[in-house]
């Protein structure tokens, strides 16, 4: 571009697509320009809020005319909420958009066209999700508590008082809170003074059973009598509340849990249904926070393994609760489930007793020191499911699993660059992607997750 932008500018655009982390992006002359809230072909005024040599941001000044695809948003707060930000676009367009994401991401790390198939929908768009983490704050004057999300890019508080995406009781149960925390004398969370009481409030629902447990993250390392009679006050007021409990997380971090969670009053877990297998997820244990999606996605694994692989031995890697070992056990010889987090392997231990499985091993530990363990025991596996954290897997423990594979690696991710990163480095070692399946999980945001298929050459 001839004429370099500069903060302030006021520009005419029309953006063609929307990038990862969210935002559309228009190009003048080969220059990216990302704006935050913009959908893909509306003609937009924008004001640039900062520029570079190499791209700009800018934000909507006037939309001059809206895209076909751009609707309006249901939720009230979504323009100041950081939940999520694709409301303002058509649903179908939405998923259209994601396997695009997913495609160009692929292609820019491998250098391949693999084939990415269409996104399989959500069966709900709204009330969807099961697990809730909302920060905690209050007012300087007032003192009143402050619950909700984070504008985006910010640490500004805002307070939700509905939530369309989650389940309507949570709504009810945050307002109650709100309204009982005072007169007991807890104290919302101030980040920058590293003071108050109350830092975090997580919700796991199940949807199955439609009862929860309500988990308080607090700035100390003993509990106060003041939680234990907001626990009772709880639990007297709502019957679906099975449990209450504490998280002591004092330090100044970025985690939201910590690992030392404990019981106040009632069940420490939750249960969940899926068809006929049933899973206990504790406080602390990862389980997918879109159950209905979760289901698509243990079906497309489970397809794939049962029309290809007669019979086969299976490691489950970063099983969490041991989700996909249980639900992949009535098609397998044998299931070896390897997980860290200690209250995922207890669960795991839980739920293979209660869905009265004979075939299946959970492991406790880091997955690389595991993995070795198998490797020095001359074990093989026909198939082995790759389910890790964001980061993606470290290369040691793609070796290792490549030395244990016998035929197909099955890599579920929620991030599309670290899954090419890891997909072009299995492609160098002797597998090849067959395809990738897109699976909406996070309806409405930029997030996706996607299974790639990959077999040994």
């Given at each position: 571009m001839e004429k370099i932008l500069k903060g302030g500018d006021i520009i005419e655009i029309t953006p063609e697509k929307l990038v990862y982390e969210?935002?559309?992006?228009?190009?003048?002359?080969?220059?990216?320009?990302?704006v935050e809230g913009g959908c893909p072909q509306d003609k937009l005024k924008v004001k640039i809020t900062k520029a570079n040599k190499s791209y700009a941001n800018a934000t909507i000044e006037e939309i001059i005319e809206p895209s076909p695809h751009r609707v309006k948003p249901f939720c009230p707060m979504h323009n100041v909420c950081g939940g999520c930000g694709w409301q303002?676009?058509?649903?179908?367009?939405?998923?259209?958009?994601?396997?695009?994401?997913?495609?160009?991401?692929?292609?820019?790390?491998?250098?391949?066209?693999?084939?990415?198939?269409?996104?399989?929908p959500s069966p709900?768009?709204?009330?969807?999700?099961?697990?809730?983490?909302?920060?905690?704050?209050?007012?300087?004057?007032?003192?009143?508590?402050?619950?909700?999300?984070?504008?985006?890019?910010?640490?500004?508080?805002?307070n939700i008082k509905f939530c369309p995406i989650q389940p309507k009781i949570i709504d009810k149960i945050t307002e109650f809170i709100r309204q009982n925390t005072q007169e007991l004398g807890i104290s919302g969370y101030?980040?920058?003074?590293?003071?108050?009481?109350?830092?975090?409030?997580?919700?796991?629902?199940?949807?199955s059973e439609n009862e929860l447990i309500v988990i308080f993250v607090v700035n100390a390392t003993k509990l106060h009598d003041k939680f234990k009679k907001l626990s009772k006050k709880l639990m007297d007021e709502f019957a679906h509340i099975k449990g209450c409990l504490v998280n002591y997380n004092p330090n100044k971090t970025n985690l939201i849990l910590s690992n030392d969670t404990r019981k106040i009053l009632g069940e420490n877990h939750i249960t969940e249904?899926?068809?006929?297998?049933?899973?206990?997820?504790?406080?602390?244990?990862?389980?997918?926070?879109?159950?209905?999606?979760?289901?698509?996605?243990?079906?497309?694994?489970?397809?794939?393994?049962?029309?290809?692989?007669?019979?086969?031995?299976?490691?489950?890697?970063?099983?969490?609760?041991?989700?996909?070992?249980?639900?992949?056990?009535?098609i397998a010889k044998e299931v070896v489930s390897v997980e860290e987090a200690p209250s995922a392997t207890k669960d795991a231990a839980k739920n293979v007793e209660l869905n009265n499985i004979k075939n299946l091993t959970a492991l406790n530990g880091d997955a690389k020191n595991i993995f070795k363990e198998?490797?020095?025991?001359?074990?093989?596996?026909?198939?082995?499911?790759?389910?890790?954290?964001?980061?993606?897997?470290?290369?040691?423990?793609?070796?290792?699993?490549?030395?244990?594979?016998?035929?197909t690696i099955i890599y579920v991710s929620c991030n599309p660059s670290t899954l090419a990163r890891d997909l072009k480095y299995l492609h160098q070692n002797g597998f090849r992607t067959k395809y990738i399946q897109p699976v909406d999980m996070f309806c409405h945001s930029y997030h996706i997750e996607s299974i790639a298929w990959l077999e040994k050459e």
């Open positions: 969210g935002d559309a992006i228009a190009k003048i002359d080969g220059y990216p320009i990302f303002h676009i058509d649903y179908d367009f939405q998923l259209e958009q994601k396997r695009n994401i997913v495609k160009e991401t692929i292609k820019k790390f491998t250098g391949e066209d693999i084939e990415i198939k269409e996104v399989i709900k768009t709204k009330a969807f999700r099961s697990k809730i983490q909302y920060p905690v704050s209050q007012t300087k004057v007032s003192k009143r508590l402050l619950v909700g999300y984070y504008k985006k890019g910010s640490h500004e508080l805002v101030n980040e920058k003074l590293h003071k108050g009481d109350l830092k975090h409030i997580v919700y796991r629902y199940s949807q249904k899926i068809d006929d297998k049933i899973y206990q997820i504790s406080a602390n244990s990862f389980f997918q926070v879109n159950i209905d999606s979760a289901k698509n996605i243990f079906n497309t694994v489970k397809d794939i393994i049962k029309n290809n692989y007669k019979n086969p031995r299976i490691l489950d890697a970063y099983s969490g609760v041991s989700s996909f070992g249980i639900w992949l056990s009535d198998l490797i020095a025991q001359g074990e093989k596996f026909d198939v082995t499911v790759l389910d890790p954290p964001r980061k993606g897997c470290e290369q040691e423990s793609l070796d290792i699993a490549i030395k244990l594979t016998e035929k």
